[in-house]
């Protein structure tokens, strides 16, 4: 990939600020000042009285965990007006955040009260006892080990290579901070974009290093970081692609491999997109893998069973084109370096036909092999590049967009412009928008940044849009990470959901992707529901136990070794919680009719338990763009709007009434046709 540096200056300073309310000639009003907390920023507004007194504390952190964080948030904020100050304990457990409350803090209550700032000097001197040092952190996914090696000038190596951070997202964070701060000698770095909680667990780790070998955390922080530039590379391409997810990045190589001309823009430090962030399944029909395990199925009965699933609703073009490339895919992927699992293909949401393709050993192994191909082939990958906008010639045809990147905008121009930049989930305005006030405040799942930006920006140009209205609700959200749990647990792994206030199951688990049961949380309204699993999660097949591992790392997944001890951690009626597995169990020995329709079991649930809190919450949208067969984006009046594609999760038409592995499957077949499609017709002009 091609990269352009430039510096930008980043210095550390540290404040000495008072810790107690000061006298009433001193008292100004009300000041604000952010901290970096787990999570995220923490903004921590304080108001006095003309007496002085310290009369609210707003504190806020968005990306705080809930349990964790949020619980500090809170409680810090009732401790400060209690005893009149902002020298109050931290909360247990939740060091990041106290400490980011406590500073944060500190600074407002110095502006509130009209007090002088004194800063620090700081030290340049930048040495180290030579070695290596070794410090544990807490990332998204748990505990690991930073271990630092240091010349007596210099940062030599960092290693972090125990640690069980989501593929392709945290393990990218830890890879381009590494490179940073070795390249230019500097913990002057900012968190990547999508993984901050593993950001700031990773150089917190280092800075740890930094002071077990003696040296300055603060010279370090003073000097500048080279950042990428792109600004004497060339903004044309014929074709420009925006978005690096799995539709962007398949497109991207399949023009590139007919002879295209390629610009790939991608907002984030890395790529990958909500792809990444799922299980790896794809929905697929009539392949050679299927056939070799005695599965009987063709493109033309897939795609009739995905039309009359969906009620045909589903687009036909689409599914056609994702029924007849079904095996083009999987002969492409395993020209890349990319393959399926061959031994299992998964069971289907709502048919008896196996056509769950799982990547192997994992969707982030999956994706990485693709981004190497992207190396390989010399496509011009421009990160850290947010698309916001489109350009206009003077006819009014769509002919390049407008781009952010490092604060500066840029106009990136292309023959044909294809939208590859995902959903809108991340986006809680255009949700109460489309799906009604109901739905405020959903937990999200996907890939942060995904907030409809070009969609909106198509949409006042004239595009016309598709099942916009048509909510795709999950029931399967863990609510203190906003972590997406794969629906495989409860569609093959014999999983089930209960209510936290009752034990009581409530839905058919395995319904619609889970849509059932969300729509039924959504009417019950329970804070949070329990999704109870056993050992099956870890022997079902290598993709889900990947999943479920990741889990356990997490910390979101507890393990329970009797009903009784989950009946007493969970704080469930043992009577309640007992009727309910047993009445589950006798279902799935066919004993019994299942009481909310149930008939796909997968054996019974058997102790040791597996336990995650969930609620129903977006992890993508169905409504997108409306296309037309060559994924010509088209305005309200039916008509194309010229230059303007759209593969993946922007367009709609394919995601309604979605079942498990549409998604993926859209995405990398999307952008495999277009992009050798548009590569082809521009070698013919």
Partial sequence: MKKKTAIISSFAMAAMLAAFPCSAEEATGTGTATAQGFGGEVSVTVTVDADGVLTD???????????????????????????????????????YSSTAVLEAAQEAYAIATGQEIEKEEIDTTISFTPGTYTATTIGMAGEYHVSVTFTEDAIESIDASDNNETLMVGTEAIRI????????????????????VTSNSFISAVKDCVEQAGGSVEALEAVPVAVED???????????????????????????????????????????????????????????????????????????????????????????M????????????????????????????????????????????????????????????????????????????????????????????????????????????????????????????GSKGMDGTMLLAAQELGADTVDMEEPHIDATLEVTRGVTITTNLLRNCSGILIRQSTAERFADEQSSHSEIAAAEMHEIGDEYYYEIVDETVFTYSEAVTSKAESYVNMGIMVKYDSLEEMAEALELDIDALTATIE??????NGETEDAYGRTSFNGTLEAPFYVLKVSNGVACT????????????????????????????????????????????HAAISGM??????????AEE
């Fill in 322 to 445: 994702v029924a007849d490339n079904s095996q083009t895919l999987v002969d492409w992927f395993a020209s890349l370096g990319v393959n399926f699992n061959t031994d299992k293909v998964n069971s289907t949401d709502g048919s008896e036909i196996n056509r769950g393709h799982a990547l192997s050993p994992n969707i982030g192994t999956g994706v990485s092999t693709l981004v190497d191909q992207l190396e390989a082939y010399g496509v011009d990958v421009r990160l850290g590049t947010r698309a916001d906008g489109y350009v206009l010639n003077d006819d009014g045809e769509i002919i390049g967009v407008t781009a952010t990147c490092n604060g500066e905008t840029v106009e990136y121009y292309g023959k044909q412009i294809v939208l590859a930049t995902g959903g809108w989930g991340d986006n809680n305005d255009m949700i109460v928008q489309y799906w009604g006030e109901e739905y405020d405040g959903l937990v999200y799942g």
């Fill in 177 to 196: 901070l590494s490179e940073k701060m070795i390249e230019n000698q500097s913990l002057g770095v900012d968190t990547v974009s999508g993984a901050t």
């Fill in 622 to 665: 169905t409504g997108g763009l409306k296309i037309n067969e060559d994924m010509q984006v088209l305005d309200t009046d039916g008509n194309v709007m010229a230059n303007l594609y759209a593969i993946g999760e922007i367009s709609g038409g394919m995601r309604v009434n979605y079942v498990g592995g549409d998604s993926l499957s």
């Fill in 583 to 588: 009445s589950f169990n006798a279902a799935a």
């Fill in 57 to 95: 504390v707003v504190i806020e952190g968005a990306d705080e965990t809930p349990d964790v964080g949020g619980a500090a948030i809170e409680s810090m904020a009732e401790a400060m007006i209690e005893a009149q100050s902002i020298d109050v304990d931290g909360v247990s457990g939740a060091t």
């Fill in 673 to 682: 046709v277009l992009g050798e499609t548009l590569a082809l017709q521009n």
């Fill in 230 to 320: 792109y600004a004497d590379e060339t903004n044309e391409a014929d074709i420009l692609i925006v978005g690096g997810g799995l539709a962007g990045i398949s497109a991207a190589i399949s023009a590139v491999e007919n002879g295209g001309n390629v610009i790939l823009l991608e907002m984030k430090e890395y790529l990958g997109g909500n792809s990444v962030l799922s299980t790896g399944t794809f929905i697929l029909g009539g392949t050679t893998i299927q056939a070799a395990l005695g599965i009987e199925d063709d493109a033309d009965t897939f795609y009739e069973w995905e039309m009359e699933n969906s009620g045909y609703t589903k687009d036909p073009v689409q599914v056609r």
